[in-house]
């Protein structure tokens, strides 16, 4: 099956990820939930809302197949909270991309900064997971963001190392998303000012490793990202990464009909 990613170029992007708070049981409830306040909307219709943008959702490793087959029958896009960078060994415990690519994922999240700061994994295993994810036909979405409240520049020249190592990596036509994340602003409760958002993805795409690049790179905002952030944001990002605020699949899909019509 093919899995090659079809997406228009910059088109807007909006996803949540459950990361651990959510048993089966949840997840499945908190899918149907949500595809059941977008099928009965009529402003806008589900058909026009996929239209204009590009939705996905990440649940826990257990449940992935369980929402894969739940969001079948639509275009919103299943994804994993992190893949192995090899396709297959004696690596107990690791999740194959292979396999993820094979049951129907269709994006990656790599390089969170609870796998940083919890796990130990560095810039490199992002890259190479990032890597794997997009040879198997997945994009990737790897998160970048500064450790430290700082100026722009500071955010910049550390997001760079973070950048230049996964796009050296990448297939240069490969579909990338950088999701910014500054970390001191995760599960904050204010997200990073809007000026300093804007002006660091604005910075980040003027990178000559982005710039040079044929496939479409795509950046998110996430941090305390919630409905009313992205007018804010819209001339710097291209979508937002929604974390427990989301969790209510209610304001989920506000946030998602906030950033269609922005």
């Known amino acids: 099956m093919s ?33 059941q306040i977008l099928s009965s909307s009529s ?15 990440i649940p826990d490793h257990i449940t992935l197949t369980s929402v894969i087959s739940q969001l079948q029958n639509t275009s919103i896009l299943t994804g994993a909270q992190d893949a192995f960078y090899e396709d297959s060994g004696a690596y107990t415990g690791e999740v194959s991309p292979a396999v993820l690519a094979e049951v129907g994922c269709r994006i990656v999240e790599l390089g969170h900064a609870e796998r940083r700061r919890i796990f130990g994994e560095t810039d490199k295993d992002a890259a190479r997971k990032a890597a794997a994810a997009a040879r ?12 430290s409240r700082g100026d722009v520049a500071v955010a910049v020249d550390e997001c760079k190392q973070q950048v230049e190592a996964v796009m050296e990596g990448l297939p240069d036509d490969a579909e990338v998303v950088l999701a910014y994340e500054p970390v001191w602003a995760i599960g904050a409760a204010e997200p990073a ?22 496939g479409t790179t795509r950046i998110l905002y996430g941090g305390s990202a919630g409905p009313g952030l992205f007018g804010q944001l819209k001339d710097g990002v291209d979508g937002l990464f929604l974390g427990r605020f989301a969790h209510d699949p209610a304001q989920f899909y506000r946030t998602i009909t906030e950033i269609a019509s922005a």
């Open 193 to 214: 000012g809007a000026e300093h958002v804007v002006a660091v993805a604005k910075d980040i795409r003027a990178l000559e490793c982005v710039r040079r690049r044929k």
């Open 136 to 147: 198997n036909g997945m994009i990737p979405l790897v998160c970048i963001g500064e450790r």
């Open 3 to 35: 899995l090659s990613p079809t997406l228009t170029p910059r088109r807007r992007i909006v996803g949540v990820s459950t990361k651990l708070y959510f048993d089966a049981a949840r997840t499945k409830q908190y899918v149907d939930e949500f595809l």
């Open 43 to 57: 402003s806008p219709s589900q058909a026009d809302l996929q239209d204009k943008i590009d939705i996905f959702i």
